[in-house]
């Protein structure tokens, strides 16, 4: 009886730790990105903002701008960090319009090679990686609280318009 009531509690505080789904990975960007078809096969964990995102006839192809990752995987939003460009590939149906361009994402997969695509008037060879987890960053004004610049009152009952006492005698000065 206790063992299940211990499952029981134990189960109803598991949370979703999205740190559980990425893995520190021993491969770095720019070791990644020196060599793509080295470290086919191997699974890594990157992160940074979409450029573009393309529904082909067997994939969708995201274009995205690497960027740093903090503790919990997610990418830094200072983009003179960036080492580059990678390519992430989900082989499942994945709406480009749940991804827009500008997003902060954090992508861990298997490295699948390289590919050499136009970059304004050079070819640039972007690696490859065949997304396992996606994350996607909620934008950082709806993540952050609100806050007025003055304190705001809300009048009750007992409060006219020009915020004094109704039964205060006219004008209120």
Same mark, same amino acid.
């Given at each position: 009886m206790i063992?299940?009531w211990a499952?029981l509690?134990s %189960?109803?505080?598991?949370?979703?730790?999205?740190?559980?789904?990425?893995?520190?990975?021993?491969?770095s960007?720019?070791q990644?990105?020196g060599?793509?078809?080295?470290?086919?096969?191997?699974t890594?964990?990157?992160?940074?903002?979409v450029l573009?995102a393309?529904?082909?006839k067997?994939?969708?192809r995201i274009?995205?701008?690497?960027l740093?990752l903090d503790?919990?995987?997610?990418p830094t939003?200072?983009?003179r960090?960036s080492?580059?460009?990678?390519?992430a590939?989900?082989?499942?149906?994945?709406?480009p319009?749940?991804?827009p %361009?500008?997003?902060?994402?954090?992508?861990?997969g298997?490295?699948?090679g390289?590919?050499?695509?136009?970059?304004?008037?050079m070819?640039?060879l972007?690696?490859?990686v065949?997304?396992?987890?996606?994350?996607v960053w909620?934008t950082?004004?709806a993540?952050?609280p609100r806050?007025?610049p003055y304190?705001y009152?809300?009048?009750?009952p007992?409060?006219g318009?020009?915020w004094h006492?109704?039964?205060?005698?006219?004008?209120?000065w």
């Amino acid at each position: 009886m206790i063992t299940a009531w211990a499952l029981l509690v134990s %189960s109803g505080c598991a949370s979703t730790d999205d740190r559980l789904e990425f893995d520190a990975s021993h491969v770095s960007y720019v070791q990644l990105k020196g060599s793509p078809e080295t470290y086919t096969g191997q699974t890594v964990t990157l992160g940074g903002k979409v450029l573009a995102a393309k529904r082909l006839k067997e994939e969708t192809r995201i274009e995205i701008l690497q960027l740093p990752l903090d503790s919990s995987f997610k990418p830094t939003h200072d983009l003179r960090k960036s080492q580059g460009r990678f390519v992430a590939i989900k082989k499942e149906f994945l709406d480009p319009a749940t991804i827009p %361009s500008g997003t902060f994402v954090t992508v861990g997969g298997d490295v699948a090679g390289s590919i050499t695509m136009p970059l304004d008037e050079m070819e640039y060879l972007y690696p490859v990686v065949e997304i396992k987890h996606l994350r996607v960053w909620p934008t950082d004004e709806a993540g952050q609280p609100r806050l007025r610049p003055y304190p705001y009152i809300v009048p009750g009952p007992y409060w006219g318009p020009y915020w004094h006492p109704y039964w205060a005698p006219w004008p209120y000065w």
